[in-house]
Each structure stands twice: as structure tokens, then as C-alpha cells.
């Protein structure tokens, strides 16, 4: 199997509940492969994909290597994981210092967006509308100097 196969098949295994704030009826994995859809290469999908398995806390690094997902994808998805009590700019830092964080991260929180977009009375996936914008003006700050 190759690792995009495993990435894809780690995926679906958490990715059929319904939307992580339980107000809509885009399951995760349909998230997960639209992000998927707009990546060029394997590391990109294999990301994409993953890209918000750790914050349930059943999987870690450990079983995505175990897996055989390569270690920059692993590294990208940690980098991509929001964690409680994290600091926002080390946070921002780590995604943006990431090509691979930063290419999966800008598809994600445009789908975001999308999706609000679509649904205006769902919730920004638990991120906030607030935090969104915030995570989309970060990422793209460099650019704007």
C-alpha cells in the first residue's frame, strides 16, 4: 500500500463523523478530500488529508510513521495540529516556516470559508470566524510586505 493509500484509509477511519461542532452535515472526510483535490503531489495530498487527524487525540506520530507516511507529511500535520494552551504567533510561525503546512493550511482555511460562505449559519469548525481571519491575514502577511 502506498502512503497515500494509508493516509487516505487513516483518514476515512475518523472521517465519517459529522462535522467536528456537530451543526452540519458535511462529514470530515468530504473537508479532508476538497483540500485533498486542490494539492499537485502525493506529500500534498498525503497532508491534506491528515491535515486534522491528531485533534481527536486517538492518532500521533507514531502511528502515521508506523504507517508509512513519510516524516515532512508528519511533521506538516503537527504543524498544522492547533493545540490548547499553544502560543498563536509560534503557532502561525510553524505553518508559515512549513511549504507544505503553509500550501494545505491557505486550501483549508479557504474551504473554511467556503463553507461559511455556503452555510452562514454554521460555525467556522469549531475555529471561529474570528481565529479564521485571523489564520488567513498571518498567512499571508508576508506576501502583503
Known sequence: MSYLDAAMS???SVGYERDRNG???DPSIRHALRVMLSMTN???MAAALLHDIFEGGEFDRDLLLENEIPECVVNAVERMTWRPGMDWEGFVEGIRSDPLANTVMRVDV???FD???SDPLKAADGMGIERLELL???LYESEAA
Open 10 to 12: 487513516l483518514a476515512a
Open 23 to 25: 451543526m452540519g452535515d
Open 42 to 44: 502525493e506529500e500534498q
Open 110 to 112: 479557504q474551504d473554511h
Open 115 to 117: 463553507m461559511l460562505v
Open 136 to 138: 488567513w491575514s498571518s
